[in-house]
């Protein structure tokens, strides 16, 4: 089992950027791909981005693509999301997530999940 903390949440400007971590331990972390989700309140969990075991591959839904970017430090066992030109729609709670297999985007094919962190952006 993987342990997934996420980190770098907070309130920023519609037009700023923040940066978020998702630090990870336990099982080896690079055999994993890494997804971020996000939740609004009264919405469903959705896909936010992927990226494969070995960095490979990269995808994003499409409300974030060209402004949000997924990475990951083998070295550190950590994933990053680098959001910028935030909206006041991409406030949510985000979560990382690990799935066992080597490619994935939907919520039932990640198995461990962090506890979450805010990003509120403001118009």
């Known amino acids: 089992q993987v342990q997934l903390v996420e980190s770098g949440g907070g309130l920023v400007q519609a037009g700023g950027s923040l940066r978020l971590s998702c630090a990870a331990s336990?099982?080896?972390?690079?055999?994993?791909?890494m997804g971020w989700f996000r939740q609004a309140p009264g919405k469903e969990r959705e896909f936010v981005a992927v990226?494969?075991?070995?960095?490979?591959?990269?995808y994003y839904a499409d409300s974030v693509k060209g402004r949000f970017t997924i990475s990951r430090d083998s070295a550190k066992n950590t994933v990053y999301l680098q959001m910028n030109s935030l909206k006041p729609e991409d406030t949510a709670i985000y979560y990382c997530?690990?799935?066992?297999?080597?490619?994935?985007?939907?919520?039932?094919?990640?198995?461990?999940w962090g506890q979450g962190t805010q990003v509120t952006v403001s118009s």
């Open positions: 997530a690990t799935s066992p297999l080597a490619w994935a985007t939907s919520v039932a094919d990640f198995g461990s």
């Open positions: 336990g099982r080896t972390f690079s055999r994993y791909a």
């Open positions: 990226i494969s075991w070995n960095s490979r591959m990269t």
